[in-house]
């Protein structure tokens, strides 16, 4: 399993730092997870031919996860790949098929299924060999936290999320944790984590969950890095890593 860091940004542009998105390769058949802006083109950056890619986790509906979406569904269409599937939260479905309304030209060509999952949902998707459950985040709108189970191992994806033990329980006994950290420690947020807060929870699962991974920054965290994993390793036995746009992890 292979694992590149598209987009590992904001809704708030900045050097170096596309919005969210994951790309997982199994046997090099590629799953996206989340598409914001300008995942797009580091698909390509990645070495990835966009067509490749017909099946799309949305974590949730903000626009830092999934404007590039329907870019994506209209790049396949003019190479003349057209079947897509995605998956997400509740709403999924009015989400993309209300903008997609608007384009009646791409709408009628192309055969966009949407999967809409609530927590405690597990799945297969349709061509992988992996085996996929959801767990509730905790953010301002419906979020749901992924885990992908195939032979070549496990990971969970967050989404944005508070720390929350929904989604630490989901990653019990899974080789990587890809969980955000939108600020830096100290600072009061919420919908969203911070080392400090990450830390506080991260203690009782410290050796429960193999390697950490930070993602989902905010410019603010520029400059609190080696910081952030100072603070977490005092309450983690794994390795942490933090995420750059284009990095590689393989498993
Ligand atoms: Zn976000
Ligand atoms: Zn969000």
Known sequence: MEITFLGTGVAIPQKGRVQSGVLVEFEEKPLLIDCGS????????????????????????????????????KANWLMGKTDMRVYGPEGTEDWLFDLLGLYEYILEEVDVKVIECSPGKEFVPEGFDCEISCAAAVHSVPTLAYRLMSGEGEIVYSGDTEPCRDVLDLAVEADLLIHECSFPAGMKVTNHTTPSTLSDMLDEYRDEIGSLCLTHFYPEMRGHEREAIYRLKGNFDGEIILAEDLMNLEL
């Open 38 to 73: 300008g995942v797009l083109n580091r698909i390509l950056e990645a070495g990835v031919r966009h067509t490749e890619i017909d099946t799309v986790l949305l974590s949730h509906l903000h626009l830092d996860h999934v404007a590039d979406l329907l870019c994506l569904v």
